[in-house]
């Protein structure tokens, strides 16, 4: 691969809901710039971005994937994003290293509840968009339609770049709005265009889709607005460079129209990212986080700056090892550098510097500023470090992947795995920052955490495919609190004689419920030593572990503040142990009079289906003990928003499917807590109370 600079460097994420192409449009641009000898298709599971055996047997995406084309002197670095909800936080990882964003639409079903996920998630990293209507060859392709849908959720920014020759079966390609020039793909999927006059059919609409850019270029820019007035229309060049400016300033949205499983419409979509994306050299200056008390550092996206590569995502290959996937954020890489690791202060050497073709390592002399690049087998590096010039340190904030919406315990199959699960999730756990592995303090269980049942699912099927481990998912669980409702004042009193040396610890506490989110906060009020300071620690540290065991289910106890205000000592019997007790014991009897009550996880949830389904949904959401918070019509799609506590969506996705012919999605996201209604409260201590009866009779 030859060396490119960074004003010839393109960085694209490429997003949008799941199904809609996006994996296909990355095969047909490699196809068509040369990088691959055909076609790849999703179907065939051979794509370049589509590499994990997972993603392959499922045909979905999983895991964000890089891949590289050569187009016309510049160089595009793609990271192909998963669309499903349970997976955002892999197009989210993607972000920070782009400088634009490529939202693909399906041309049936418009904007879907991912797309508008996706486009606020563009909106908060403020990243120019491109809109790709992909599948126009479809049955029920609708171009208008799909405009309309695209105007309505996101406002007249979203505006035509090209207008489609045809749609359905009779779709051939793209009219070029700026040039006003017809590009009729060849037949065969070749991706080669012949560029024509625009069509006699469509030239009245070209001609007003022309003028509308035109206009809407203008707008936001006086010069152009003057010469706009002066001569009723823009020439070429100025409203191409009138419009790489609104795209950048998040002004416009330009819509372009493609078949990625045809591959038609996709050279223009090339040539069209390299004419209007801007290149890393045209980004402001990145922050660095700040150390304390000094100003935050920056960086300019420049060969003339410190070296600085920030580590986005890591690859955990079985045989090729950990595959670090990195930016350069300034300077210049070569092959074979030392380079600081400044999160973790390591030395690594970066041997066979290389870009990343899906999974495939090609080896690069050099790398500049803006460009993404890939390693192998650094020792001491991961997701979101910093490594760069040891003179010149500084360390880029790293993504923050939410809490897991949802705990399954695990078990293995054969007796003795448990050392092998342990070892193979740890590697699974640098590659994927949203799972979580760790031990039920209360049960003992090894809990997999996760961002939905899907998720775990996958990451099971990993453990067997690629570590030859097999568990079994027990039910999933959902992650109660619990909490008070009334204040207390107890006296927790620890005394013990056995023969010479005792035990003596002895606490008042007074307890008062804090706000949902408050946490746990202590407060020492001890006047004139009634309990010597140095005992202190240990009446708090007995009061965190009981509350950490729980008292009416065995679940934390969240949001609650005590107040140690007195108590007593023996000059040789009290430890620390014995004000340990004390302290769990007054906090036992502070609980029995503070009105103990469960918290949920309460989900928001947005379901969206076919409009004839919307009555069903929404009454098995009410049974569901959903709070629906509103409707909104999208083209021929409802979208529903409601509260519904966790505990009623363990199983929804296979309710939605039935209940919708499996057209329906939907997303859910982690609200708050709240209180558990009485009568499910009761179900849940009995059970819990079962549970631990069984624990202590097995141990
Ligand atoms: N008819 C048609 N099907 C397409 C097109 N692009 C993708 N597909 C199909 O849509 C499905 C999902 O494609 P994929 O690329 O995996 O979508 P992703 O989830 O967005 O990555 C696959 O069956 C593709 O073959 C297209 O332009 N036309
Ligand atoms: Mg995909």
Redesign the pocket.
Known sequence: MKTYETASLRNLAIA??????????V?AALFTAGATPRLL???DGN?IT?FDEEEIQR???IGAATAVAEWNRSKLNFF?T??YGIFLHEVALALPVVEALLL?VD?VAGVEVQTEKIWEMAAAARLPVFIVV?????DRADAARVLESLTSAFGRGVCRAQLPLGQEKDFQGVADLVRMRALLAEAGGNGVSREQPIPENLAAEAGAAHETLVELVAEGNDKLMEEFFEKGTLPVEDLSAGLRVAVAERRLFPVLF?????NQGIDALLQFLVDFAPSPAEVSEIEGRAESGAPAPRRAMRDDQPLALFVCKTLVDPFAGRISIFKVRSGVVYNDANVTNFARGAVERLAHLSVLQGKQLLSVPELHAGDLGAVAKLRDTFTGDTLGDKAAPIQFPPVIVSEPAINFAIEPKSRGDEDKIGAALHRMLEEDLALRFFRDAQTNEFLLAGTGQQHVEIAVAKLKHRYHVEVTLKAPKVPYRETIRAKADAQGRYKKQTGGHGQFGDCKIKMEPLPRGGGFEFVNDIFGGAIPRNFIPAVEKGIIESAQRGYLAGYPVVDFKVILYDGSYHEVDSSELAFKVAGSLAFKKAMEQAKPVLLEPIMEVQVQSPQEFAGDLMGDLNARRGRIEGMEVRGAQQLVRAQVPMAEMLSYQSDLTSMTQGRGSFQMNFSHYDVVPQLNAEKIITQAKAERGQVEEEE
């Open positions: 949008g809901h799941g199904g809609c192409g996006k994996t296909s449009l095969a298709r999703v179907e794509t589509d045909r979905i995406s192909d998963p669309g693909v041309a992909n599948r126009m060859d479809r493609a078949s990625a499983t045809l």
